[in-house]
C-alpha cells in the first residue's frame, strides 16, 4: 500500500509560528506574516493587533527568515534599524531562546512569534500559515 502524505510536498519547517490567544485567527497568510515581520503590518486581516518577536539566533530563526522573510539575519537587521532611523518602526522585541519567546507570546497581547518545531509552549496557539 502507498501512503499519502498530504504535507509531503511541502518543505519540513523546523519551526512553528505561535501567537498570544488574544490573536482571533488562527491562520495567516505567508505574506501577512512577512509584512508583520517586516514592520509594514501592524494588525491582520480580522483586526487583531499584532507585534512580532523575532529569536537572537538559531535553526528556527535562519529558517523563519528563510521561508517568510526572505532576508537574512543581519539584511533584517539592517532593514529594521533603516525603519526605526526614519521613525516608521520600532525594534521587535528580540529574546534568546524558545522558552523565552513562548513566555513572552503567553504573556503579551497581540505577540506573533516562532518557535522550534518541537518546543513545548504552553498558554499560545500556534497559527497555521497557508
Known amino acids: 500500500a502507498i ?18 490567544n488574544s490573536v482571533k485567527t488562527s491562520d495567516i497568510s ?9 514592520a509594514t503590518k501592524n494588525s491582520l486581516s480580522d483586526g487583531s493587533h499584532v507585534e512580532p518577536v ?17 532576508k537574512t539575519d543581519a539584511a533584517l537587521g539592517t532593514y ?27 504573556k503579551t497581547k497581540g505577540a506573533i512569534g516562532y518557535v522550534s518545531a518541537g518546543a513545548t509552549v504552553a498558554g499560545v496557539k500556534t497559527l497555521e500559515v497557508k
Not at 505567508?30 to 517586516?38: A, H, T, Y
Open 80 to 106: 529594521l534599524r533603516s525603519l526605526v532611523f526614519t521613525g516608521k518602526a520600532s525594534m521587535p522585541k528580540t529574546l534568546a531562546s524558545d522558552a523565552e519567546v513562548g513566555d513572552y507570546v503567553a
Open 3 to 20: 501512503f499519502f502524505c498530504a504535507g509531503a510536498n511541502l518543505p519540513a519547517a523546523d519551526f512553528k509560528v505561535i501567537a498570544n
Open 54 to 70: 523575532l529569536q537572537k539566533s538559531g535553526a528556527a530563526h535562519e529558517a523563519f527568515l528563510k521561508e517568510y522573510v526572505g
Open 30 to 38: 505567508s505574506d501577512e506574516l512577512k509584512g508583520v515581520f517586516l
